[in-house]
C-alpha cells in the first residue's frame, strides 16, 4: 500500500509564527501535490513538486521535495489567520490512472 | 469559466433512503472522480469515470453505492439504502485528460439520521 503520512496531525500557533509539516512515504513517487481545504469547502491545489530536491515557493509557502522522492515538506513563514485549514499531500500512483491517493493532511489553526 | 459544481451543497437522509449526489465538472472536462471524506480521515478515491464509462470504481464499496457520467448531464454518484456510516463530505473533481490537475468541487456533505 503506498501511504502518505504526514505530520503533525493538527497545529495550533500564534500569527506570525513560522511551521513545517511533513509528508512522507516508504515508496518513490513521480511527483507529489499539495493542497488546502477550508472549512466547508473543496481542496485547493497549491503546487505540484515533480523532480526530487525541487523547491518552490508561493508567497510564504515555501515547498520542497526530498532527494529520493520519499517524503516533502512545506514550510509557512510568519503565518496568518487566513492560512488556517488541512494541509493535505497527494501522491499520483504509477499505472492507476487518475486515482489521487491522500495524506490524512495536518488541520493547521493560525490564531490571531 | 465555472468551476466544478456540486449539489445539493448539504443533504440530509434517514436510513434506508436513497441519495443521489450530482456534479458537474468544469466546461470542456470529461474526467470525473469522487472522493469521501469520513470525520477524522482523509479523502479517499471512490470511482474515476470518463463520458459514459466507469474507468476504476476499485475504492466504491461493493453493495449500496453506483455511479454514472452519461454522455449529456452531470455525473451521478447514487447510494441507495443509506446507513448512519454513509455520512460523510463527498467530493467530486474533474480534469481535463488523465494525469492533470484535478479540479475539485465544494463537496456534498451527507448526514444520515
Known amino acids: 500500500t503506498q501511504l502518505l503520512e504526514q505530520s503533525p496531525q493538527f497545529l495550533s500557533i500564534q500569527e506570525g509564527e513560522n511551521l513545517t509539516v511533513y509528508c512522507n512515504s516508504s515508496s518513490v513517487f513521480s511527483s507529489l501535490q499539495w493542497y488546502r481545504q477550508e472549512p466547508g469547502e473543496g481542496p485547493v491545489l497549491l503546487v505540484t513538486?515533480?523532480?526530487?530536491?525541487e523547491v518552490k515557493k508561493l508567497k510564504r509557502l515555501t515547498f520542497q521535495f526530498g532527494d529520493a522522492r520519499k517524503d516533502s515538506s512545506l514550510h509557512i513563514t510568519a503565518a496568518q489567520p487566513g492560512d488556517t485549514g488541512l494541509y493535505l499531500c497527494a501522491r499520483l500512483p504509477h499505472n492507476q490512472g487518475g486515482k489521487l491517493i491522500f495524506g490524512q493532511g495536518t488541520e493547521l489553526s493560525v490564531k490571531p | 469559466n465555472a468551476g466544478v459544481m456540486q449539489n445539493p451543497r448539504h443533504l440530509v437522509r434517514r436510513r434506508g433512503q436513497e441519495a443521489r449526489l450530482r456534479c458537474s465538472p468544469m466546461k470542456g472536462h470529461s474526467h470525473v472522480y469522487w472522493y469521501r471524506q469520513l470525520p477524522e480521515e482523509g479523502l479517499k478515491f471512490m470511482v474515476y469515470?470518463?463520458?459514459?464509462?466507469?474507468?476504476?470504481e476499485s475504492g466504491m464499496p461493493k453493495e449500496r453505492f453506483s455511479a454514472e457520467f452519461p454522455k449529456e448531464g452531470p455525473s451521478i454518484l447514487r447510494i441507495q439504502q443509506v446507513v448512519r456510516g454513509d455520512s460523510a463530505a463527498y467530493f467530486c473533481?474533474?480534469?481535463?485528460?488523465?494525469?492533470?490537475?484535478?479540479?475539485f468541487g465544494p463537496g456534498t456533505r451527507l448526514l444520515v439520521l
Open positions: 473533481a474533474s480534469s481535463q485528460n488523465l494525469q492533470e490537475t484535478q479540479y
Open positions: 469515470l470518463q463520458k459514459e464509462n466507469i474507468i476504476d
Open positions: 513538486v515533480v523532480t526530487g530536491g
